[in-house]
Every structure is written in structure tokens, then in C-alpha cells.
């Protein structure tokens, strides 16, 4: 099994940027494809963005052209650097990995989650 631990949430204004990043322990990493996940409150948890083992990314459509997925297979780490936030980016942000290395877009095709960062973009 593997641990992921997300940071850099915090609040920000509309218009502006965050980065977070997720490192990851516990089993190889660079063969694997990562994803990060959104939830607001009352509402189920939606597709952010992928990225496979080759570092090709896939976004929502809500997301594609402000937000940019990266990792760093030394560090072991995935990278969602937010720009042009908007209030209804507002959301725990969840960063998940799959057992292979093609990206997916469905929650239930990852296998572990790291607990959780919360972005709050106000207006």
C-alpha cells in the first residue's frame, strides 16, 4: 500500500494561484499514473486531472487551461498548479494513485488517496 500526503491548500482570491503537491511512499512511483480529485461540500467527488506513467496529462473540461498536472518521479511527488481560481474551484482536494500506468477519470479506478487539502477561493 501505497501513502500519499497532500499540501499547499489555503484561501485565496478569485483570480489568484496555489500549488499543491502530493508526495507519495511506500511502493514505486514512476510506473504508476496519479489524479487528483475534487469535493465540495454536498456534492460527490469529481475528476481534477490525471497524469500517466509518461507524463502525458488529461483534464476536466471545468479546469482545462488554468489548472497543470506535473510529477517528479525523484521526489515522488504530483504537482496541480491552480491559476485564475475561481469561487467554484472551492473544494478538499484529493490526490490518488492507480496500480498501472494509464490515466482513468473514475474515482473507483485508483487505488489509494492521500486525506485531503482544503482550497477556499473566495470572491
Known amino acids: 500500500q501505497v501513502q500519499l500526503v497532500e499540501s499547499g491548500g489555503g484561501l485565496v482570491q478569485a483570480g489568484g494561484s496555489l500549488r499543491l503537491s502530493c508526495a507519495a511512499s511506500?511502493?514505486?512511483?514512476?510506473?504508476?499514473?496519479m489524479g487528483w480529485f475534487r469535493q465540495a461540500p454536498g456534492k460527490e467527488r469529481e475528476f481534477v486531472a490525471a497524469?500517466?506513467?509518461?507524463?502525458?496529462?488529461y483534464y476536466a473540461d471545468s479546469v482545462n487551461g488554468r489548472f497543470t498536472i506535473s510529477r517528479d518521479n525523484a521526489k515522488k511527488t504530483v504537482y496541480l498548479q491552480m491559476n485564475s481560481l475561481k469561487p467554484e474551484d472551492t473544494a478538499v482536494y484529493f490526490c490518488?494513485?492507480?496500480?498501472?500506468?494509464?490515466?482513468?477519470?473514475?474515482?473507483?479506478?485508483?487505488?489509494?488517496w492521500g486525506q485531503g487539502t482544503q482550497v477556499t477561493v473566495s470572491s
Open positions: 511506500g511502493r514505486p512511483f514512476s510506473t504508476y499514473a
Open positions: 490518488a494513485i492507480r496500480s498501472v500506468g494509464s490515466r482513468a477519470t473514475e474515482p473507483n479506478s485508483y487505488d489509494d
Open positions: 497524469i500517466g506513467w509518461s507524463g502525458a496529462p
